[in-house]
């Protein structure tokens, strides 16, 4: 599925409106883990498509990062039907984090 | 693309320089990660009785015999501290603290015991205002306090960064040495209890103080192993691995220390040529597969 990109603005729309699962990863151009995490979610989108991926660059969506009470990155939060289900920090394997969506 | 190593080895301590030297004899293309004085706990040791050919030497004399040898077949060290371990597909990413990547098709760790004890209170607020990485969370702490648990006299940097942007940075030196710290950081010398709060971090306790912080900064000169490579099989705080060195990974080998006790250079030493040659196994039976 493809990847969408969120901010304050269209975080209501495509995350807390959406109706299929979300997993969220939250990341920054100068985070080494984040750079190691990105591929690995991005081919998770790319495998599945019962689940929708959307990136938070905490850089430019700061704001956002607060407002989800996200002080430590990589982060992957997961949500549902409008409220989070589950959240993960640091890096993760695949297999980890086909897990945290699928619970 | 970025070249692809054979064999990553993690740590320059006498498991990794055994597993070098086997896994050049059998030409491989390695990368050994570690530091240029070869292992601290070689360095330290007074007069090494138990080592084969080394009788009465010191831990110095051990540590240039060791330099000697690997010069001698061309292994060099690449000085630089591994953060982060990801197993890709069919092969290993491997970061570095100063931001390099690095590519292999197996990797072996050897970087010593390195559990050191959690925080109370670590475990609970990790990402919840616990940080292991400066560089990466240094920008949640606009404006705010946080507090950096150094644990290497090459942390305090970590704090000084931390001061571009934090409201107030307070450094815990965990070690002996004289701090130098910009005069934006207030060092305390004190002994580390607890990590409190509620939904996030709201102080630090420590023997003599109780800090109000925002965040913690834990940095310990080494990283767990199962923090290092994700989804790595641990037992009874040691890397778990069978009599061929490997772990639960496929393609991922540990010796030495790191695998338990009894902890002893030669049994470091041979482990690292076990895990070596399993290494090579491991890679000429995926190359016949391929072929
Ligand atoms: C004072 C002292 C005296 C001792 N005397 C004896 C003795 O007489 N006889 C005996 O048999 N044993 C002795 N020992 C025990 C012996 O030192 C250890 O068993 C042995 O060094 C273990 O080897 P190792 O290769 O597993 O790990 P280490 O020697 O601990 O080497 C680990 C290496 O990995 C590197 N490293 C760690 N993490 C990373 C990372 N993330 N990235 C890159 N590199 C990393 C470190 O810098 C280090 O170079 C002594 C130990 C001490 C402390």
Redesign the interface.
């Known amino acids: 599925m493809k990847i969408v990109n969120v901010d304050n603005k269209n975080f209501e729309q495509e995350v807390l409106q959406s109706t299929v699962p979300v997993l969220m990863d939250v990341w ?1 151009p ?8 990105g ?2 979610v991005d081919q998770v989108a790319e495998e599945n498509d019962n689940f929708k991926v959307v990136k938070v660059n ?2 430019e969506a ?1 704001d956002l ?2 407002k989800l ?7 992957l939060i997961c949500f549902k039907s409008g409220a989070e289900t589950k ?1 993960s ?8 984090i086909l897990k945290l969506v699928e619970a | 693309m970025e070249k692809r190593y054979d064999i990553a080895i993690i740590g320059s301590g006498p498991a990794g320089l055994s597993t070098a030297i086997n896994a050049k004899v059998r030409k491989k293309e390695i990368i050994l990660f570690g530091s240029e004085d070869i292992s601290s706990k070689i360095a330290k040791a007074h007069g090494i009785n138990n080592y084969l050919g080394m009788y009465g030497k010191s831990g110095e004399e051990m540590a240039s015999a060791f330099r000697h040898h690997i010069d001698e077949m061309e292994i060099r060290i690449t000085p630089e501290k591994v953060t982060n371990i990801m197993p890709v597909d069919d092969y290993y990413a491997i970061l570095t603290k100063n931001g390099m990547y690095y590519e292999a098709a197996s990797v072996i760790l050897a970087s010593g015991i390195s559990f050191g004890k959690a925080i109370p209170g670590e475990k609970e607020f990790l990402g919840k205002g616990v940080s292991y990485c400066a560089t990466c969370d240094a920008m949640f702490y606009r404006g705010k306090v946080a507090t950096v648990i150094g644990y290497n006299k090459s942390e305090e940097e970590e704090a000084d960064f931390l001061t571009q942007v934090a409201e107030k940075v307070y450094y815990i030196p965990m070690y002996t040495d004289e701090v130098n710290v910009n005069e934006k950081v207030e060092v305390i010398q004190d002994k580390v209890l607890e990590i409190r709060g509620d939904q996030k971090v709201t102080e630090l306790v420590l023997r003599n103080h109780v800090l109000t912080t925002d965040g913690v900064f834990i940095l310990r000169e080494s990283v767990a192993a199962d923090s290092l490579i994700p989804g790595l099989e641990i037992e009874d705080n040691h890397v778990k691995v069978d009599r061929l060195m490997k772990t639960n990974l496929n393609g991922c080998f540990a010796a030495g220390d790191i695998v338990g006790k009894p902890y002893q250079y030669s049994k470091a030493a041979g482990e690292g040529n076990i895990a070596a040659l399993s290494a090579v196994s491991y890679l000429d039976a995926r190359r016949r597969a391929v072929v």
């Open positions: 920054a100068w985070c080494g883990p984040c750079r190691m995490l591929p690995l905490a850089d700061g990062a607060q009470n996200v002080v430590s990155i990589p982060a959240r920090i640091g890096l993760i394997s695949k297999a980890e």
